[in-house]
């Protein structure tokens, strides 16, 4: 997976191209690359080795590529309960993922009135900086996009998926995640908006 670009690049200020059907080989085999960046960034031996920052998404754009090409990977949490000895033991989750895909040309079709943001405020690949504040998105949001196969999917997405899925839609339309921060206070929080953690 070649360098992610950095804010500052054009590339990340612009609106992507639509994908056309049937994929270029292309087009397959950047987003089984994008998804494997993401495997390998959250496998920790393997992100060591090759210097990588967790990702949960990716999108063209951070690759210097202006298609509407996104990925998600959402590891569901493991459980940890005490035994009999009381002793901590790990249970790994019944599904290793809650998002696991390539999505191309998806956009939010319907949203929620009600607002979210994460607690703990957003990060991106692209942008080497802490920027404090709530990121302002759709509490719920019905995405519609294609599979590799070229097939037609409308999923709804709520609580933390929902906020992956806008931040990774939001770079193939040009937005960074700080645009979404209220710039007098960053910390302001809409009616109703849902803080989650
Ligand atoms: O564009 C993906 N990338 O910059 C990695 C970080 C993804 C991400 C981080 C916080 C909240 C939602 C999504
Ligand atoms: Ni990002």
Request: proline fraction near 5%.
């Amino acid at each position: 997976m070649d360098d992610i670009i950095r804010e500052g690049n054009p590339t990340l200020r612009e609106i992507a191209a639509d994908v056309e059907f049937p994929l270029s080989d292309e087009n397959i085999i950047l987003g089984e690359k994008m998804l494997n960046f993401l495997r390998n960034s959250q496998d920790e031996v393997t992100a060591e080795k090759m210097g990588l920052r967790a990702g949960v998404g990716i999108a063209a754009p951070q690759l210097d590529i202006s298609r509407k090409i996104i990925a998600v990977l959402v590891p569901n949490a493991e459980e940890i309960e005490e035994n009999e000895k009381g002793e901590e033991v790990v249970i790994p989750p019944k599904e290793a993922y809650s998002l696991a895909t390539v999505m191309y040309n998806p956009r939010v079709v319907s949203h929620s009135v009600q607002d979210a943001a994460l607690a703990e405020g957003e990060g991106c690949l692209s942008v080497d900086r802490d920027i404090p504040g709530y990121v302002i998105r759709h509490a719920r949001a019905t995405i519609e996009y294609f599979d590799k196969e070229g097939n037609k999917k409308k999923i709804k997405l709520k609580g933390y998926n929902a906020i992956v899925v806008q931040h990774e839609i939001d770079h193939i339309n040009g937005i960074m995640f700080f645009d979404r921060i209220n710039p007098k206070n960053p910390f302001a929080t809409t009616e109703g908006m849902l803080l989650l953690d």
